[in-house]
């Protein structure tokens, strides 16, 4: 789909963070824009960003969490434009917490907004790109689902089976004129990496470096426009890593953990939150014992 002018995507999560650059990079291919998010204030602001840019855009609110949700947005977006030409999966959530200090709610959300939500949307859009012949699924994953850090069971566990998901949908529908990719970006200046960095004071480790928002952006019309199976955002050579790792796992393994990332990050977040639930817990009993 090299011509995206005049086109219409739908992005998730698109009231902060990457997805905020990611509808600046659509619109800036002249794309209209279906943009989905639940802050509505937020959403508003990047609808006027992005109008001023010379395309159509709406905001649409929207709980991904919610199967009536994704169905009405959907309705809309076909209300306002018609078809649907792109699918951007954006919208996730992290929590990074050792796995036995979860709630079954908590990895049920997890699992419901990274994976679930964007496998009923895809199901949603297909019918009409495949009666069109044509159309593009952009699901964005992690390198945490190449390679799951500590502490990010659920998170990692979702990204994985988001390319997965896209390798299959992309054997299912080859030919068709339909086609779906993945982007696996690394640590983030936006988004999850820095709303983390900013709570816990904690850095990325310099071997694996950050990456600017607007590249995970250009990767994703890179894929649109070229129809790649999958595209890497890091600022340091990782593919040889991700080999080692698909070759001999346990020295994959004893790599990552040499790089700093779950010694230096994933499991001095996960102690400061683990921390601050407790300090929490002993407050709110603290409360009710003065109260009584």
């Not at 679930?116 to 964005?140: C, D, F, S």
């Amino acid at each position: 789909m090299n011509n995206l002018r005049g086109r219409t995507a739908i992005l998730t999560g698109a009231s902060k963070g990457i997805g905020v650059h990611v509808a600046r990079a659509l619109a800036k291919q002249g794309m209209n824009l279906v943009l989905a998010a639940r802050s509505a204030s937020a959403l508003e602001e990047v609808r006027k960003a992005v109008e001023r840019l010379g395309v159509r855009a709406i905001a649409v609110p929207t709980d991904v969490g919610d199967r009536s949700a994704l169905e009405s947005l959907v309705e809309r977006s076909r209300s306002e434009f018609g078809a649907i030409d792109v699918l951007v999966n954006n919208a996730g959530i992290e929590l990074i917490l050792a796995y036995h200090k979860l709630t079954l709610e908590e990895i049920d959300q997890i699992v419901s907004v990274n994976l679930i939500a964007p496998m009923h949307l895809t199901w949603l859009v297909l019918p009409g790109m495949l009666e069109r012949g044509q159309g593009h699924i952009v699901n964005m994953s992690s390198l945490a689902g190449k390679a799951g850090p500590a502490c990010n069971e659920s998170y990692s566990a979702t990204k994985a089976g988001l390319i997965g998901f896209t390798q299959s949908l992309r054997a299912t529908y080859r030919d068709s004129g339909v086609s779906a990719s993945v982007i696996c970006p690394g640590y983030v200046e936006e988004g999850m990496y820095a709303k983390t960095k900013e709570e816990f004071g904690l850095a990325a480790p310099r071997r694996l470096g950050v990456s600017k928002p607007e590249a995970v952006a250009s990767g994703v019309i890179r894929a649109i426009k070229k129809d790649l199976p999958e595209v890497i955002v890091n600022p340091s050579p990782i593919r040889p890593l991700l080999m080692m790792n698909a070759v001999s796992p346990s020295l994959g393994e004893w790599i990552v953990e040499r790089t700093g990332a779950n010694a230096a990050f994933f499991r001095k977040a996960a102690e400061v939150r683990e921390s601050q639930r407790v300090e929490a817990k002993q407050e709110v009993s603290g409360d009710a014992g003065r109260e009584s």
